[in-house]
């Protein structure tokens, strides 16, 4: 009783810190997403050295896109490409793209990759208390999707929280304790769990 009293106050508490969202504009977020659909539009491509395809933005949570925008902008997340796509960005932009993508939810193709998707199960389970059953409804709209997105870009976010160039200390902690079969495997169970998230190929 005491532990539930605790979590609801902590729940309580991370509410009122949560920054005010505000829902953007999904008309001008079609105009302002043209320029990124040259890759997150177009499925198979592929991010060179080292080698991932380009993640699936097509119905990810729209406040966890504007997270990761903004951390690209920071540098919090290291990556020149999209650290220039989103260096040009006004907030107001990334509302707008962000809520565009959010609408574009596809019929979610899934596959496997190169892990072991029944030991990844095991060591998913995890990751359900942030990332929510099968990864696929995060306790939060700023957390992401995992279900559906493509297994190797996973396994490449993974490894970059492990080696620090994406920095959240919530998923350090948690990218430190695996190895890089673990990594393997985690994504492959993730990337074969159903989800709304799609490669857009009508827009
Ligand atoms: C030249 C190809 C390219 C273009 C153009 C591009 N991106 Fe990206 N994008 C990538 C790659 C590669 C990544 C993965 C980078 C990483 O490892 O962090 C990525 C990652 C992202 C992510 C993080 C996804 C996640 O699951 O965390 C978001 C959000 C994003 N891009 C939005 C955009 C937006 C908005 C635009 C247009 C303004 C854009 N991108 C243009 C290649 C591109
Ligand atoms: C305490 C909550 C929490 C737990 C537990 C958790 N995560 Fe996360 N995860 C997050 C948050 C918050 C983010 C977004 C961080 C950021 O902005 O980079 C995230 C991001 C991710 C991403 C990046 C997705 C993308 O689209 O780029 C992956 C992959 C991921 N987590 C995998 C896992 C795995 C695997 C586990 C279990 C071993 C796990 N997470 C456990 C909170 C959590």
Known sequence: MRFLS?????FAFFL???PAFAAGDIAAGKDGAATCMGCHGAPGI???????RV???GGQQEQYLVVALKAYQSGERSHPT??????SLTDIEINNISA???TLAGSGTVERGGGDAEAGAAKAQACF???GQGGSKPITPMYPILAGQYPDYLSHALSSYKSGTRNNAIMKSFAATLSDK??????AYFGSQASPLSTPVNW
């Open 16 to 18: 009122t810190i949560s």
């Open 55 to 57: 993640p699936k933005l």
């Open 46 to 52: 592929r991010n060179a050295y080292p080698v991932f």
């Open 182 to 187: 673990d990594i393997d495997d985690i994504s």
């Open 129 to 131: 208390a942030c990332h």
């Open 6 to 10: 605790s979590l609801t106050v902590l």
């Open 100 to 102: 565009y993508f959010n």
């Open 82 to 87: 999209m650290q220039a796509q989103a260096g």
